[in-house]
């Protein structure tokens, strides 16, 4: 199943490629993804909704997005991310709720709840969804399928709502099982049938390959995972670059990634989509004061500085332009941010276009008070 390495490999490609998992203790690792969650949440709120095409997000005379929908709603290729507006127009029936963000995440806390009962090794990467390892439990229950049984039944009778999991001995497998058979579901993933499942798979379907990279990879000729694992290291490194060693070692069912419990956020941002179109420079700079002082009020209290300022350009037409400049020192300072999201501003804003959102981040961080999911806040 794995090719001998090339004598021929350059020393730094044969360092970055990992070694079967074999070779490590075996580790059991679930993934838990709620189902359509946030629709979920607002339905059981709400039963006459049940059945429905629900769409958690701005009403569609707004200049909103979808955040998520119901599987009814999906059908109609409604997706999360979408503008409201485009997800009325493919499902004139669907039924507009607005976020209900303070009860979504009462609601998560009672899933981790759960989560911590069975084992302290927890990876939330969401409201929603999370890592758990549990090679070592504090049932000492040595089944993984059924922990992860357990913790769907367990989740369903405190919030009576359902999820679905992947078991399998590696991050990366147990988050491809929890997308399959979805709503509900419980997919285990192992040695014996990992390579059958990752060749079959659909380029587009590799957990950490984007949407842009897919196509990237099917204009190669590259649309299974099959024809993925045919390709040499060198050529992934090459198209790709350090991602194509992730890329090469994932096709083979290889992640040696941890369940992180604790880490550093890489950047703080905010962002805000305008009611209307912005096509001209003091709109523009006003809304960008309006970030910078919302910027330096969350990093102030969380007491964070950085030194990295990016500013993020969305055209009328959806197009996103992301661009970046280091700043003098560590700070969080207003005018700071300000005025070097302004020089970012005016020598990146295509003058003749129109811009529909505006965001302002800051990377490179020194955390020293509470950097717990920072990543990204949405102002819509």
């Not at 490999?9 to 993804?33: G, N, T």
């Not at 758990?132 to 989740?155: F, G, M, S």
């Not at 700043?327 to 700071?336: C, F, I, M």
């Not at 302004?342 to 959102?357: A, P």
Request: charged share 25%; proline share 4%; hydrophobic share 40%.
């Amino acid at each position: 199943m794995f090719p001998a390495p090339n004598p021929d490999f350059d020393e730094i490609l044969l360092d970055r490629i990992a070694l079967p998992d074999s070779i490590a203790p075996m580790k059991k690792i679930i993934h838990i993804d709620m189902d359509a969650y946030f629709a979920a949440i607002e339905i059981r709120e709400n039963p006459s909704l049940k059945g429905k095409c629900v769409i958690v997000g701005g009403p569609p005379n707004s200049r909103g997005v979808v955040s998520t929908c119901s599987y009814e709603a999906r059908k109609y290729g409604i997706r999360s991310g979408m503008s409201s507006f485009q997800a009325w127009k493919l499902c004139p029936q669907a039924v507009f709720v607005h976020s209900s963000f303070h009860l979504y995440k009462e609601v998560s806390a009672q899933i981790r709840e759960i989560f911590y009962s069975w084992t302290d090794l927890v990876e939330p990467l969401s409201l929603d969804e999370a890592y758990l390892d549990v090679t070592e439990n504090k049932h000492n229950e040595a089944d993984p399928v059924k922990i992860a049984a357990e913790i769907k039944r367990a989740v369903y009778d405190r919030t009576q709502l359902s999820c679905s999991a992947g078991v399998s001995y590696n991050k990366f497998l147990a988050k491809i099982g929890s997308d399959f058979n979805k709503p509900d579901g419980l997919t285990v993933i192992t040695k014996d049938n990992a390579q059958e499942i990752l060749f079959a798979l659909p380029i587009g379907k590799f957990h950490g390959i984007g949407k842009v990279t897919a196509a990237r990879m099917q204009k190669m000729g590259i649309q299974t995972g099959k024809e993925l694992y045919q390709r040499s290291v060198q050529e992934l490194v090459r198209v790709f670059g350090k991602a194509g060693f992730f890329y090469y070692n994932v096709v083979r069912g290889i992640d040696q990634r941890e369940v992180i419990t604790e880490w550093e956020p890489k950047s703080i941002s905010c962002e805000s989509t305008f009611s209307e179109d912005i096509d001209n420079l003091d709109d523009l700079l006003i809304q960008l004061r309006r970030l910078a002082d919302k910027l330096s009020g969350r990093m102030s209290l969380k007491k964070i500085q950085g030194s990295n300022l990016v500013i993020k350009i969305k055209y009328d037409n959806f197009e996103l332009n992301t661009r970046s400049c280091p700043l003098p020192d560590l700070t969080n300072d207003r005018e700071l941010l300000f005025r070097f999201g302004e020089q970012l501003l005016i020598g990146n804003w295509d003058t003749n276009r129109k811009v529909r959102l505006l965001g302002l981040g800051v990377g490179k961080l020194d955390c020293d008070g509470d950097c717990e999911q920072l990543e990204l806040d949405l102002d819509k």
